[in-house]
Nanobody, 116 residues
Framework: VQLQASGGGLVQSGGSLRLSCAAS????????MGWYRQAPGKQRELVAS???????NYADSAKGRFTISRDNAKNTVYLQMNSLKSEDTAVYYC???????????WGQGTQVTVSS
């Protein structure tokens, strides 16, 4: 499975961005895709995830501001990020996993920079 992420960029505080992650290859009919982020000097952390059945999971920091969705026909996951804050600045990584407890596969990362 290959993951292609896109949509990062520079935005002012309070602005919005939408990230996309397209999966290709031998994709399982049951899997979870998600977005993680890693800020300089910090560990990578979950932002949001979504199963093929549509069940979502959000970090507390993302609740109410970010929305994860997916188009199963396109094997693409989206992360709509609104009301962005400077602390959202990080490299965002797309993730694909079949086993929820596994590390999964990573996309190449896309930089999100929020200026205050």
């Amino acid at each position: 499975v290959q993951l292609q992420a896109s949509g990062g960029g520079l935005v002012q505080s309070g602005g919005s961005l939408r990230l996309s992650c397209a999966a290709s290859g031998s994709i399982s009919s049951v899997h979870t895709m998600g977005w993680y982020r890693q800020a300089p000097g910090k560990q990578r952390e979950l932002v949001a995830s979504i199963t093929t059945g549509g069940r979502t999971n959000y970090a507390d920091s993302a609740k109410g501001r970010f929305t994860i969705s997916r188009d199963n026909a396109k094997n693409t996951v989206y992360l709509q990020m609104n009301s962005l804050k400077s602390e959202d600045t990080a490299v965002y990584y797309c993730n694909y996993k079949i086993n929820p407890l596994a590390r999964g596969l990573w996309g190449q990362g896309t930089q999100v920079t929020v200026s205050s």
